[in-house]
């Protein structure tokens, strides 16, 4: 691919919360998003910016399909949501199941399912997670134990392969959101002062596409799509008062450690 196309970067931004301050600093500009801090204006380009009235099907679209398109010329592809804690970043990879909302990452799924040079479809999932930086585990969370919603008993590895982690086979799109439901409910998630379901780990979603050699050989053609949940930055301002009263100390500095890591792991 063209090198210029090759990396694209979007922003999308979501609405206020009805207990988040009504005060935003933040304006969209066509595709530039516009950050006033005092007098002090920064302007930030995308490629496209979605306004709080976008739907997930239609960052699917603008973002997901050219890259499913290369997917099916054999190509590989990443796709990373990566932002502050609670702006909407598993909502728009994931969805929200229980508002019936489907998220990039299933519609993914399911619109591979329907190719017909798409011969099988697999996917994997891995969360990286620690409450110290020299010890980052990662959790196959397709993994039985790791069902479990004790962290305590859930299992990582310090030196796990992707490679290595066990790969669910999807056969059609009810069981593409099912298997995603299920690893998603393996992962570390838990409340903070800015996000009542903020995820502690960075979590890797591995599509595997097999497709019919294109010269007619018995070989396989197979392309990797990835997407990268990643866990929100965290500043102290996620542990508002009212959030700190909540919960007790030991509670309180685990989600300090944990912030710890994500900021670490994403810079």
Known sequence: MPKETSLQIYARVRGLMPWEPKKVSLKVVGKTVQNKAGKIVNEYDFKAVFKPNSTNEQCFQTIAMPMIANILKGFNAILIAYGQTGSGKTFSMLG??????????????AYLIKQKSVTKLEISAVEAFGHHVAKIELFDL?????????????KGNTGQE???????KVENMDEAYSLIRYAHAASHFAPTGKNPE???GHVTFVAKVYQDAPDGSNNDLISFFLFLD??????ETAFTPDF?????????????????CINTGLS
């Open 198 to 200: 903020s995820s502690r």
């Open 142 to 154: 397709y993994f039985p134990h790791n069902q479990t919603p004790t962290w305590g008993e859930k």
């Open 244 to 260: 700190i009263a909540s919960v007790d100390k030991t509670t309180l500095m685990a989600r300090r450690l944990e912030a710890g």
């Open 230 to 235: 990643c866990a929100g930055s965290e500043g």
């Open 162 to 168: 992707m490679h290595k982690a066990i790969r669910k």
């Open 96 to 109: 929200k199941p229980k508002l019936n909302i489907v998220g990039i990452l299933p519609m993914t799924l």
